[in-house]
């Protein structure tokens, strides 16, 4: 299954960032080892470059509804990432994120979170947008309370969050 292409280069714009999926070339850049003066001195994160990496395995992750940098609208500077691991199970998206360290704290993560969920519940076959989280991570915990998502279930050590359009939430 592809990811829908129309609106594959489209940016998720909220108050403080902007979404933009990612290229070959900065997944090259991150892998490399290079530096772009539009990204924070702390970008990229351990999280991002194994992201980078997986991208010709998986070449949908840099689709439509894939994974995405996250940009400081008032720097321009990439402070982290975040993406939908395509393709949907079932109607499910599984949803991941990272704010390098000196950008932590300001609320972008929730802020990120919410608008890429909003943004993969209106693709195609898809209903619901999950997350595993570890509760021996608490502010992950609260970046997707505070996104809307609600934990359904939780399994040893993982609690399990999700959102989902209305007729699908089954509580």
Known sequence: MSSPSAPAHT????????LRSWTKSAATA?????RSPHWADDFPAEGDRVIAGLFT???D??????????????????????GLFWPPKDGVLEIGYGIVA???GRGYAPEATQALAEFALTAPDVHTVSADVELSNPA???VLEKAGFHRWTTAGTIARFRIALPNHDRR
């Open 11 to 18: 940016d998720v714009v909220t108050a403080r960032l902007v």
């Open 30 to 34: 991150v892998l490399g080892g290079a």
């Open 57 to 59: 395995q998986y070449p």
């Open 61 to 82: 992750w840099l689709g439509a509804y894939g994974h995405r940098l996250i940009i400081e609208r008032d720097s321009g500077l990439v402070v982290g990432s975040i």
């Open 102 to 104: 000196s950008r932590r």
């Open 140 to 142: 992950s915990v609260r």
